[in-house]
């Protein structure tokens, strides 16, 4: 396996009543796993994950109990913890959350949940949100200032449409826009430069997607994770979101000059089919501002 793409995980922290405290791991090449402790004892759910080894290492380094697994969806890369603490014995008795829709799909699910499911962690309560589009039954997690939100929402970025179909990703991610602007997007992957460079190929005159542009290569020439972000912050800068932005549509609508733009939900779906050609990286005008 290749060397994890951040050498540098970000420090823990913590929500915004203090009672979460979030813990990033890195794990295979590019995904980012959350540990979030909810209590003094140390008692701690993970938010999906490859494999458990990672995971376990952590726990025992920094006195953590590992007694949840949050699932958002089911690509292997997602619910490989659950198949890896499976055939370590350590599944069974484990509290196992995910999508209602997807129940028969989770290794080890005691606790499937809908859209608008209540949750405890702790004493601390969160909510599940039916976040459909990258894959049937996709549930993102909300607790306080904290967005769980898988392979949905990335930074910069989204996933791809592995399902779809494309209204029923739009729908999602207006979803999550709506959570309020400091809320912390702790996705599952560490995509931003790329999804970034793309922003920029089709919204080079966003002032703060320039900004953006310039601290997360900082940050990531540096070793370090560009993850979370805020939701205030992806509405700014992230093309999928920029459906109300006249460059954005001018430039998506050029490369794209057969497809309908006669609501926002085609101008996600044209700016998701322009993204999935990669004609981005083949060159860029004006370059990158870094």
């Known amino acids: 396996m290749a060397q994890h793409i951040v050498t540098k995980p970000n420090a823990a922290f913590k929500s915004e009543s203090g009672r979460l405290e979030v813990h990033q791991v890195p794990a295979w090449e590019d995904n ?26 952590y726990c025992e380094a920094h006195g953590l109990t590992l007694t949840t ?122 995509y931003t430069q790329d999804n970034l460079t793309f922003a920029w190929s089709v919204e080079s005159d966003n002032a703060s997607l320039r900004e953006r542009i310039q601290r997360v290569w900082a940050l990531r020439e540096d070793g370090c994770s560009s993850v979370p972000s805020t939701i205030g912050e992806e509405l700014a800068t992230n093309p999928f979101l920029r459906h109300g932005s006249s460059s954005l549509r001018e430039k998506v609508r ?13 101008i996600f779906r044209a700016t998701r089919l322009l993204k999935d050609k990669k004609i981005y990286r083949e060159g860029l005008e004006p370059p990158l501002p870094i």
């Open 32 to 57: 980012l796993i959350w540990l979030i402790r909810y209590n003094e004892q140390g008692d701690c759910a993970v938010v999906d994950g490859p494999e458990a080894g990672p995971v376990l290492e």
């Open 69 to 190: 697994v949050l699932n958002t969806h089911t690509h292997g890369d997602h619910i490989g913890i659950n198949r890896d603490l499976n055939k370590r014995g350590l599944l069974e008795g484990m509290r196992v959350v995910g999508g209602a829709k997807v129940a028969g799909s989770i290794p080890g699910l005691s606790e499937p949940v809908k859209d608008g499911d209540p949750i405890l962690l702790g004493q601390v309560g969160g909510e599940a949100l039916l976040t459909e589009g990258h894959i049937d039954g996709h549930i993102s997690y909300v607790f306080e200032d904290l967005l769980f939100c898988g392979d949905a929402l990335f930074g910069g970025g989204c996933g791809y449409l592995f399902d779809g179909p494309p209204v029923k990703m739009h729908e999602s991610l207006n979803k999550l826009s709506d959570l309020p602007s400091h809320t912390k997007v702790c996705c599952a992957h560490e």
């Open 254 to 266: 050029q490369a794209l000059p057969e497809e309908p733009f006669d609501n926002s939900a085609d």
